[in-house]
């Protein structure tokens, strides 16, 4: 891993002001996934789910001043704390980076105001923003709008298949959430819907992807599990109170499946998940 690279990417954004050693860890996570896609000087490369640009920095620094990066996100500006996306995209926009970075916020990618030439990108990125979607039918969708405009997929997201005892609290957590919005119509969670690797390859295919190299990588510094868990909770009670036409056995079972997550968080050693990536033509 190049340590300079790192520096340099992380000196270009507003999180690591705050705390540069989440972010330098967070960094590298992210580098380690674009080397493995093949992120090259110069390319073109649409992310959807951009967020406050922890993955835009890096394919920014990799494709170099003559390539582009184009982010999108649904979310509003305001959305994200301590720093807001747009905040955080300003920051980047304003540094040694920004000049081949773009950004749209509140912007459907399946909108039909949404267009681009065909197969004008390079790349096209979803890196650990899947779950962020509304259903199975939604991910199908946008893969095959991307397959108009990329010529390559780039995948990424926490891999549901459990390694080592200490990934369990952290799958717990996102299976908690993913339980909720089963009873919501909207949502501003960060676990709308959980796909396993093996669910988003099938979507990919049927999309007409075609899954050509996979890995599975493991961060353990990254941060991610103890958020999830301590995001579930501090607002567990916020949602089963939102939820009118839960039934009473399932609630039970969400409070059994919290009290063991509580447990584990008093208790155990707490470690992230790995993810899961693949690149498709």
């Not at 916020?105 to 990125?125: A, R």
Request: aromatic share 10%.
């Amino acid at each position: 891993m190049n340590k300079d690279a790192i520096e340099y990417i992380i000196n270009c954004m507003a999180a690591s002001e705050a705390n540069s050693e989440i972010q330098r860890i967070q960094t590298e996570h992210r580098l380690k996934l674009a080397e493995f896609w093949g992120i090259s000087e110069g390319s073109k490369v649409l992310e959807i789910g951009c967020g406050q640009g922890d993955t835009t920095a890096v394919l920014a620094y990799l494709v170099g001043e003559k390539g582009l990066i184009h982010g999108i996100d649904i979310a509003s500006p305001d959305y994200g704390a301590p720093i807001t996306l747009e905040d955080s995209i300003h920051y980047l926009k304003e540094s040694a980076l920004g000049n081949q970075i773009k950004v749209q916020f509140e912007t459907n990618i399946l909108s039909p105001e949404v267009d681009f030439p065909k197969g004008y990108f390079d790349f096209v990125v979803l890196s650990h923003s899947s779950w962020y979607l509304h259903s199975f039918e939604e991910l199908h969708d946008i893969l095959m709008q991307l397959k108009k405009w990329g010529k390559t997929l780039c995948f990424a997201e926490w891999d549901t298949r459990i390694q080592t005892d200490e990934q369990v609290p952290h799958f717990l957590s996102v299976l908690i959430q993913a339980q909720y919005e089963c009873f919501k119509n909207t949502s501003l969670s960060n676990v709308r819907t959980l796909f396993t690797p093996m669910d988003v390859k099938k979507i990919a295919e049927d999309a007409g992807w075609n899954v050509l190299k996979e890995t599975t990588i493991y961060s353990p510094a990254l941060q991610d599990g103890e958020w999830e868990i301590q995001h579930v909770l501090t607002d567990y009670s916020e949602e089963l109170n939102a939820v009118s036409d839960m039934p009473s056995k399932f609630q039970n079972l969400l409070l059994s499946e919290i009290k063991l997550l509580d447990d584990a968080m008093r208790n155990s050693v707490i470690k992230p998940m790995s993810t899961f990536a693949f690149i498709a033509k």
